[in-house]
């Protein structure tokens, strides 16, 4: 569908905005809203936490209603805060945070809230601009706006006030506003849909492709093959002829170099760390055509026992999440690569088929053999003894090679189904902000029905 273009325009005065409807006013954001900001109660005294006060901060910015907060405070805290309880109707957006180096979240509550000193609310003068309306010319220019609003701080990106209040911003009259503000709540709605149908089938596909491993590692290829108990209640029966073995019969055990972040450099011999291990690269470690950071070549003469090579597993042995206990990479290099901070190596024996063992790490069932072992709270810690303790099942090495060719060319079809469910979400995002931005800059008219 296409929508037809106002009949006649001016200049914005603002390059990245260029031309706007001629009826439209433009006025700077300080002029048609006013500003407060948020404060912390002291974490010190209790009595100012856990009341009937949603208290807002930018973890909870995660869609466009406000209707909760992870946490609330108490009447008293709120008195003693440089904060104030906003009505409902405001909206919110997020001032400083490491997010504003890519996203501006911004929300509109729905009911009456406080926030933190990361954050800032636009009370509207309802008769000069609609909520509604300002919510999605910010989602429309995001990229723009952090441009102009952003202001580099030493750790996180934060919104200089100043910037953001002498803003200029295309208002067409309230009614406008309004119905411009209508479709694209219509509209966008239509579009998170489908994006919602495509990450729900991602996660479809994310099930099943654990499903197959699971099946594989711990059951075969062969649906009619006799079974035996693995001695092991939450294993179950395995096929004849897979032996059951602690992992210490099966690998030796090292740790990584004792480095820290500051020991890593852009040139040398390449080192893997857990942050590595945890979120970029999954079970399938090439550094050369994934690039690390590197040690100096020195390390070589007096760590060798850090130095992996192919087909060695590297565990992180530290998480911020219980589910992310039991991560681990495998080496498909022939590449010198040390194994740096926080990890544990485990080199496998010769009677073992390396790729099998990784999809058998992978599978549900060995990791939640682990994550039943680690210990903490909010970092859960993996220790060589919990690794060494832990068992695998394996069938002879002609079978672990099929099983591990068969997981190959199966999970590439769903890899395949994931890569194209992103593009999508992708496609439908950018044509989402392309909307809300032609729509908000009076680039195409949506008060008439569209030309299909």
Same mark, same amino acid.
């Given at each position: ?24 006013? +433009? @006025? ?13 109660? &002291? ?10 006060? @949603?208290? !807002? ?27 104030? +309880? ?10 400083? &945070? ?14 009456? !809230?406080? +926030?933190? /000193? ?12 609609? &909520?509604?309306?300002? #919510? ?15 202001? /580099? ?17 295309? +208002? ?8 411009? $503000? ?20 991602? =996660?479809?596909?994310? =099930? ?5 491993? *699971? ?22 029966? !395995? ?14 055990? *090292? ?31 090439? @550094?050369?055509?994934? @690039? ?23 565990? $992180? ?15 498909? *290099? ?20 390396? #790729? ?33 303790? $832990? ?10 090679? $099929? ?8 999970? &590439? ?15 439908? /995002? =950018? ?22």
């Amino acid at each position: 569908m296409s929508f037809p273009r106002y009949p006649k325009y001016k200049a914005s005065g603002v390059e990245w905005l260029g031309e706007v409807p001629e009826h439209w006013g +433009l @006025p700077k954001l300080k002029s048609v809203a006013t500003f407060s900001g948020g404060g912390t109660p &002291s974490r010190d005294n209790p009595a100012y936490w856990n009341g009937d006060i @949603p208290w !807002v901060s930018p973890k909870d910015m995660k869609s466009e209603r406000i209707e909760g907060a992870e946490e609330s405070i108490t009447e008293e805290g709120l008195r003693s805060s440089a904060s104030n +309880l906003l009505p409902p109707g405001r909206v919110l957006i997020v001032v400083r &945070s490491g997010i504003l180096k890519h996203t501006i979240p911004i929300a509109i509550t729905e009911i009456a !809230v406080a +926030l933190n /000193q990361d954050m800032k609310a636009f009370s509207f003068d309802r008769s000069k601009c609609v &909520s509604r309306f300002f #919510l999605r010319w910010v989602q429309g220019h995001n990229d723009q706006l952090l441009f102009a609003w952003a202001k /580099q701080g030493a750790t996180v990106e934060s919104i200089e006030h100043s910037y953001l209040a002498q803003t200029v911003i295309p +208002l067409p009259p309230l009614p406008e506003q309004t119905a411009i $503000a209508e479709f694209l709540d219509r509209e966008t709605g239509k579009i998170d849909e489908l994006v919602a149908e495509q990450r729900r089938l991602m =996660e479809l596909l994310k =099930e099943k492709r654990q499903a197959v491993i *699971s099946h594989a590692v711990t059951k075969g290829l062969n649906p009619h093959a006799p079974m035996k108990p693995s001695g092991i209640e939450w294993l179950g029966d !395995v096929p004849d002829g897979w032996e059951v073995k602690p992992l210490r019969s099966v690998f030796t055990f *090292s740790k990584g170099l004792t480095i820290t972040k500051e020991d890593l450099q852009d040139e040398g011999v390449q080192c893997v760390n857990y942050g590595e291990i945890h979120s970029k690269y999954g079970f399938r470690l090439n @550094p050369d055509i994934h @690039p690390l950071r590197c040690v100096a070549p020195e390390y070589l003469l007096t760590n060798p026992d850090a130095r992996i090579q192919d087909g060695d597993f590297v565990f $992180a042995d530290t998480s911020e999440d219980l589910e992310g206990s039991g991560n681990f990479t495998h080496l498909r *290099s022939e590449s010198p690569i040390f194994a740096g901070y926080h990890t544990i190596i485990a080199r496998p024996r010769k009677d073992t088929w390396s #790729l099998f063992l990784a999809y058998q790490f992978h599978s549900s069932v060995f990791r939640s053999q682990i994550q039943r072992q680690v210990k903490g709270v909010k970092v859960f810690s993996i220790s060589q003894g919990i690794l060494k303790a $832990a068992k695998c099942w394996l069938p002879p090495i002609p079978e672990q090679k $099929a099983i591990a060719t068969f997981l190959d060319t199966e999970l &590439s079809k769903f890899d395949t189904l994931t890569v194209e469910a992103q593009r999508t979400i992708e496609l439908l /995002q =950018e044509r989402r902000t392309a909307l809300i931005s032609a729509a908000v800059t009076g680039q195409i008219d949506v008060r008439q029905p569209p030309k299909n």
